[in-house]
């Protein structure tokens, strides 16, 4: 660890990061970083100012402030492989391993080399990850792309040649049925779906369907050679060839599947986005009649818009888009998006993006693909051919972090003391693993507990656990604390040097507040003893208008109110009197509120325009600060006008003649400080 100048520990690999942590921002002071030495790891930007990780150097995108990183002369002579990664054939650049001939559209070598059919062609697929936690990729029979192994027979075609859903990989497995002439299998849902999708017609053979059991959710129509979704009963179509699904006796009595809503004349059932979309689908109309609708209980999963009529599924809420007349899931009003969002629950299996106003498929979380354009896809709602629009990305990005995606980019993508520190950074929570905690060694700065888990140094023996082991808290005798901290005289605790005689007690035995020892006890630098001699503040807290010493001497300021703690610049407190021994912020005096107990800071003497090389003139409600040369203007004596005897401010407003910024009367400039209003022939101060 590293202590800042203000008192703040950060880790060492945040020291000259390029992006300051202390609150003086002294870890990225140029004549600090030119003389730091980067940690393990990590690697020096050639300005000399930053230290960045290794893993990045010559990724073709700049982490240097200076771009160094990708700098020919450097990538020439970089070994990427040293780090576990692949270098692309110009020498120039250096990928993980999982992106390479990994199919994408968009080429991650800028000479297109990772996907180079000659070496994809002789390339072994590597695991998900450097881990080795996931299972490996698999290679697609073309030979030139590897694709995620969970992603085959799962519906959809990812390999370019369609092989990872070949039915001679796919078909053999239970959900699948195989087409009469063995060139095709289906799912079990779409056989006797009353639609072709065998090429010879096998799945729709009415020999067949007569027998057919529909698969669990679906519905077996009268005429018994056709099956439908359950969820498509009494929805206001005929799915059944013979009509046998919207029977009026039947959706009469039978009540909707969730999801759904009841027209209230001919009893059957539409989609609840189907309500307020702008096409009748009911009947009797009522599925667009806004009076009707308003004030009706959302089903459960829907949430009710700001206008009352409306129901959503949850699902589209914060999804970063609105209503549109293609796009019909979100709310006409918009007020399913935008501020309302942070303090929206994000449903089961979604993800928060970053900037706390879109929750997105956790599924898109780190797949590696850019999604925050908008997107479009056709499907089938019911009787209705909708074009849905998405995203499959946050629109801030925040889904590809490289920090987030571990599995992609490997721990190095993170910092080392988020690795095995009980807290998940990974979103595959990679960097908890049991089988990467139990060998990884703890950053700088960092302890192991017996458990595996990585606390910082300062949190040993502190009297407070942090291992789930409790191993943090025993042994203690025996610990040396970490710099900075100071041992009680139980032995067994350590606290900040700055909790020692500070006025609280903090050792569980009282030591670090005992008189006798506070006596003898040298405060740190930048802090002073107070009158009493048995407690230690801040020198920045003498004489700041706030009580610290218990005794209250902080306070007893006299002359060293006048100290300029701020260099050449204005003091920034002041007694109040004399005769006080309180002290105020500078810019309270004259104010027009009296803080001084004895009102000393608002009086006239004090608060004259003779400071300000005006003369003082006073109305009954401000003070008027004129240039002795504007004491008469054109013969006219304005000290005797109605406006410089009895002034308030309604009354200038009103007599103003150019109010452009700043207060003119009759051409004279004028600027309010306070209560107090100047005017002279050039603009005096600014307030």
Not at 159 to 187: I, K, N, R
Not at 465 to 478: K, L, R
Not at 605 to 621: A, H, I, K, R, V
Request: proline share 4%; glycine share 8%.
């Amino acid at each position: 660890m590293w202590k800042c100048p203000t008192g703040e520990c950060i880790n060492l690999i945040e020291v000259c990061d390029g992006e300051a942590q202390c609150y003086d921002e002294s870890d990225e002071d140029p004549l600090h970083c030119t003389q730091w030495n980067c940690a393990p790891g990590y690697w020096k930007c050639q300005d000399g100012l930053q230290c960045v990780d290794e893993l990045f150097v010559c990724y073709g995108w700049p982490w240097c402030i200076d771009e160094s990183d990708n700098d020919p002369a450097v990538c020439s002579q970089w070994n990427c492989t040293d780090h576990g990664s692949w270098q692309c054939q110009d020498g120039l650049q250096c990928l993980i391993t999982s992106w390479v001939c990994d199919g994408g559209i968009t080429l991650d070598c800028m000479d297109g080399s990772d996907e180079d059919p000659a070496m994809c062609s002789v390339w072994d697929c590597p695991p998900l990850n450097h881990l080795k936690t996931h299972e490996t990729l698999w290679k697609c029979s073309s030979g030139l792309q590897c694709i995620d192994g969970g992603f085959t027979c799962d519906g959809t075609v990812e390999c370019f040649d369609g092989s990872d859903e070949d039915p001679a990989l796919c078909c053999s497995q239970d959900q699948f049925w195989t087409c009469a002439d063995g060139l095709g299998c289906l799912s079990h849902m779409y056989v006797c779906s009353g639609v072709y999708d065998c090429s010879d017609g096998s799945d729709e053979d009415p020999a067949l369907c007569a027998h057919w059991n529909c698969s669990l959710g679906f519905w077996k129509c009268h005429d018994g050679l056709q099956c439908i979704p359950e969820s498509s009963l009494c929805d206001a179509a005929s799915n059944c060839h013979d009509g046998s699904d919207s029977d009026p006796d039947m959706c009469a009595e039978r009540p909707c599947q969730p999801g759904y809503w009841k027209c209230p004349v001919a009893g059957g059932c539409i989609l609840e986005s189907y309500i307020m979309d702008g096409d009748p689908d009911c009947i009797d109309l009522s599925d667009e009649d806004e009076d009707y609708l308003r004030g009706r209980i959302c089903p459960e999963g829907y949430t009710r818009c700001n206008d009352t009529a409306q129901c959503i599924d949850s699902m589209y809420w914060c999804d970063g888009l609105t209503a549109t007349h293609e796009f019909k899931a979100g709310c006409r009003d918009g007020s399913d998006e935008g501020p309302g969002c942070r303090d929206w629950e994000c449903p089961p299996d979604y993800w928060r993006c970053a900037d706390n106003m879109q929750c997105i498929i956790a599924d898109y979380v780190c797949d590696g693909k850019d999604n925050t354009n908008t997107m479009y896809e056709y499907t089938n709602v019911g009787d209705k051919q909708l074009k849905m629009v998405y995203t499959a990305g946050c629109n801030d990005g925040s889904d590809e972090d490289p920090g987030l995606c571990c599995f992609r980019t490997g721990l190095d993508s993170i910092a080392d003391h988020l690795v095995c520190d009980g807290r998940y950074d990974c979103f595959d929570k990679s960097d908890e693993l049991f089988s990467v905690c139990e060998t990884w060694e703890c950053s700088v700065g960092m302890w192991k507990c017996n458990d595996f888990k990585c606390i910082y140094l300062q949190d040993v023996c502190d009297g407070i656990t942090q291992c789930n082991d409790t191993s943090d808290e025993q042994e203690c005798a025996n610990w040396t604390c970490a710099q900075g901290w100071h041992k009680c005289r139980d032995g067994l605790t350590c606290i900040a040097d700055e909790s020692v005689c500070n006025g609280e007690t903090d050792c569980p035995d009282s030591f670090d507040e005992d008189s006798e020892f506070c006596l003898q006890y040298k405060c740190l630098p930048d802090f002073e003893k107070c009158a009493n001699n048995l407690q230690c503040v801040r020198v920045s807290h003498i004489c700041d208008g706030v009580y610290h010493c218990l005794d209250i001497s902080d306070e007893h300021c006299e002359s060293e109110c006048l100290q300029e703690y701020l260099g050449d610049k204005k003091p920034i407190i002041r007694m109040c009197d004399e005769d006080s021994s309180v002290c105020i912020p500078v810019d309270q005096y004259c104010d027009g509120v009296a803080d001084c107990p004895d009102a000393s800071d608002e009086r006239r003497s004090d608060c004259s325009c003779e400071g300000w090389g005006l003369t003082t003139y006073y109305g009954s409600n401000i003070r008027l600060c004129l240039h002795p040369e504007w004491g008469t203007q054109n013969g006219t004596n304005m000290t005797n006008m109605p406006w410089s005897t009895d002034i308030n401010v309604p009354e200038i407003a009103e007599r103003d003649t150019n109010i452009t910024g700043k207060l003119h009367h009759s051409g004279a400039p004028a600027t309010f400080i306070h209560t107090t209003l100047y005017v002279s022939q050039k603009h005096i101060k600014d307030t």
